[in-house]
C-alpha cells in the first residue's frame, strides 16, 4: 500500500531532508492537529532508510502514539521494530524503530552509531529523558539528526521551542529561552487546514458551565471544589451535551478529576458510554469499542490529551480549566 501525500505534507517532509542533507542542527515541523503528522514521521523515516546505511529511531510519548505512527510505516509494507514496554516489544533489528523515551532510555547500549536519526513525535515535550537519549546517541555518532514534529512549538515559563523561524528570523529573546530546535523549517495551521477543506471549521457551542473562577491549578483542592459533588450541575451540562450530539457520531469529553468523571458518566446513557483514566485495566477495549463506533460517549481524565486518533469524532467536550493553551 502507498500513500499519496497531500501538498502540504510533501512541502514538510521535502523541507526536511533538504536541512538534513546539509545540516545536523535539530529541526521542527509545526503541523496542526489533523494535520497526518503519521504520514509525515512514515516518509522521513522511509526515505532516511532508504537513503542512508543508517537506522532511525522514532519516539513518541505514549504506546498509543507509538503503534500508530508504526501502523502508518508499516502500511508502506516494509517491516519496523518496536522498542517500547507498554506496547509488548524490545526490539531493533529493522531499519526503523519506533519506541517510547522510558524504554529506550533503559537500553542505550541498543541505540549506537548505526542509528543516523532521531525522529521526535509531539516535539514540545522534549524531557529530560529524550534529551539524555539524543545526547547518548550523539556520542555513538555526532552526525546524528534530530527531527521534531508538533502542532504546539511552545512550552509554559519557556516560550517558543525553536531559535529561528520558518522565514530565516531569529526568534526575540523574550519570546524563547533556551530552545531545543535550532531552526523551524516548515509551518501549516489549523485555518490553513480548513480553507483547503481538510479539517471541519469549529463551532463552539458555549452554553452554561462551572464556576472557575477560584481556581488555583496549583491547589487541587480549589478544583474539587470547582467541579466535583455537583450533582445537579453537572447532570444538567450533561443534559445539553447529549442534546447537541443527538446528531453526532462521537463525543469526547475531559473531566477534571476521576471522581468528577465518573459523576459525569453516570448522568450519560449507560448502555453507550465509557470512562477511561490511567488506572483502566481494560483501556485497548474500550478504545476499539470507541472508535468502531459502538458507543457514543468516551470520558476521560488527562488520557486522551495527546495522539489518541480517531477521525469520526464530531463532538469534544471540555469539561474541565487549564492554563495551557498548548494542552487546550
Same mark, same amino acid.
Given at each position: 500500500?502507498?500513500?499519496?501525500?497531500?501538498?502540504?505534507?510533501?512541502?514538510a517532509?521535502?523541507?526536511?531532508? =533538504?536541512?538534513?542533507?546539509?545540516?545536523?542542527?535539530? &529541526?521542527?515541523? #509545526?503541523?496542526?492537529?489533523?494535520?497526518?503528522?503519521? %504520514?509525515?514521521?512514515a516518509?522521513?523515516a522511509?526515505?532516511?532508510?532508504?537513503?542512508?546505511?543508517?537506522?532511525?529511531? &522514532?519516539?513518541?510519548?505514549?504506546?498509543?502514539?507509538v503503534?500508530?505512527?508504526?501502523?502508518?510505516?508499516l502500511?508502506?509494507?516494509? /517491516?519496523?521494530?518496536?522498542?517500547?514496554?507498554?506496547?509488548?516489544?524490545?526490539c531493533?533489528? $529493522?531499519?526503523?524503530?519506533?519506541? !517510547?523515551?522510558?524504554?529506550?532510555?533503559?537500553?542505550?547500549?541498543?541505540?549506537g552509531?548505526?542509528?543516523?536519526?532521531?525522529?521526535?513525535d509531539?516535539?514540545?515535550?522534549?524531557?529530560?529523558?529524550?534529551?539524555?537519549?539524543?545526547e547518548?546517541?550523539? #556520542?555513538? $555518532?555526532?552526525?546524528?539528526?534530530?527531527?521534531?514534529?508538533?502542532?504546539?512549538?511552545?512550552?509554559?515559563g519557556?516560550?517558543?521551542?525553536?531559535?529561528?523561524? #520558518? =522565514?530565516?528570523?531569529a526568534?526575540?529573546e523574550?519570546?524563547?529561552?533556551e /530552545?531545543?530546535?535550532?531552526?523551524?523549517?516548515?509551518?501549516v !495551521?489549523?485555518?490553513? %487546514?480548513? $480553507?483547503?477543506?481538510? %479539517?471541519?471549521? /469549529?463551532?463552539?457551542?458555549?452554553?452554561?458551565?462551572?464556576? !472557575?473562577?477560584?481556581?488555583?491549578?496549583?491547589?487541587?483542592?480549589?478544583?474539587?471544589?470547582?467541579?466535583?459533588?455537583?450533582?445537579?450541575k453537572?447532570?444538567?451540562?450533561? +443534559?445539553?451535551?447529549?442534546?447537541?450530539?443527538?446528531?453526532?457520531?462521537?463525543?469526547?469529553?475531559?473531566?477534571?478529576? *476521576?471522581?468528577?468523571?465518573?459523576?459525569v458518566?453516570?448522568?450519560?446513557?449507560?448502555?453507550?458510554?465509557?470512562?477511561?483514566?490511567?488506572?483502566?485495566?481494560?483501556?485497548?477495549?474500550?478504545?476499539?469499542?470507541?472508535? =468502531?463506533?459502538?458507543?457514543?460517549?468516551? *470520558? $476521560?481524565?488527562?488520557?486522551?490529551?495527546?495522539?489518541?486518533?480517531?477521525?469520526?469524532?464530531?463532538v469534544?467536550?471540555?469539561?474541565?480549566?487549564?492554563? +495551557?493553551?498548548?494542552?487546550?
Open positions: 500500500m502507498t500513500f499519496k501525500l497531500r501538498d502540504y505534507q510533501q512541502t517532509v521535502d523541507s526536511v531532508i =533538504n536541512h538534513i542533507k546539509k545540516c545536523i542542527d535539530p &529541526c521542527l515541523l #509545526e503541523l496542526a492537529t489533523g494535520a497526518g503528522k503519521s %504520514l509525515i514521521v516518509e522521513v522511509k526515505w532516511i532508510a532508504d537513503n542512508t546505511q543508517k537506522k532511525v529511531l &522514532c519516539l513518541a510519548p505514549s504506546k498509543e502514539l503503534e500508530q505512527n508504526r501502523a502508518k510505516y502500511a508502506y509494507g516494509f /517491516p519496523a521494530s518496536i522498542f517500547s514496554a507498554s506496547a509488548g516489544g524490545k531493533t533489528k $529493522n531499519k526503523v524503530v519506533f519506541g !517510547t523515551p522510558g524504554t529506550v532510555a533503559n537500553a542505550p547500549e541498543k541505540f552509531p548505526q542509528f543516523g536519526a532521531v525522529i521526535i509531539e516535539a514540545h515535550g522534549v524531557t529530560p529523558t529524550i534529551k539524555k537519549i539524543v547518548a546517541m550523539k #556520542e555513538a $555518532n555526532p552526525k546524528l539528526r534530530v527531527i521534531g514534529l508538533t502542532a504546539t512549538p511552545y512550552r509554559m519557556s516560550g517558543y521551542i525553536y531559535a529561528v523561524d #520558518e =522565514n530565516n528570523t526568534v526575540p523574550g519570546q524563547t529561552k /530552545p531545543y530546535f535550532k531552526k523551524l523549517l516548515y509551518r !495551521t489549523a485555518n490553513e %487546514l480548513i $480553507n483547503q477543506g481538510y %479539517l471541519t471549521r /469549529p463551532n463552539a457551542d458555549i452554553k452554561e458551565g462551572y464556576d !472557575t473562577s477560584q481556581i488555583d491549578h496549583r491547589n487541587a483542592a480549589t478544583i474539587e471544589e470547582a467541579f466535583e459533588g455537583l450533582g445537579r453537572t447532570s444538567e451540562i450533561v +443534559s445539553q451535551i447529549v442534546e447537541l450530539s443527538k446528531d453526532r457520531q462521537g463525543v469526547m469529553i475531559f473531566a477534571a478529576t *476521576v471522581r468528577h468523571a465518573f459523576e458518566l453516570a448522568s450519560l446513557p449507560q448502555d453507550n458510554s465509557a470512562l477511561v483514566i490511567s488506572e483502566t485495566k481494560d483501556r485497548q477495549e474500550i478504545l476499539a469499542r470507541f472508535k =468502531n463506533k459502538q458507543i457514543k460517549y468516551l *470520558v $476521560n481524565v488527562a488520557v486522551l490529551t495527546t495522539g489518541f486518533d480517531a477521525p469520526h469524532v464530531d469534544v467536550a471540555v469539561l474541565r480549566a487549564t492554563e +495551557s493553551p498548548g494542552l487546550f
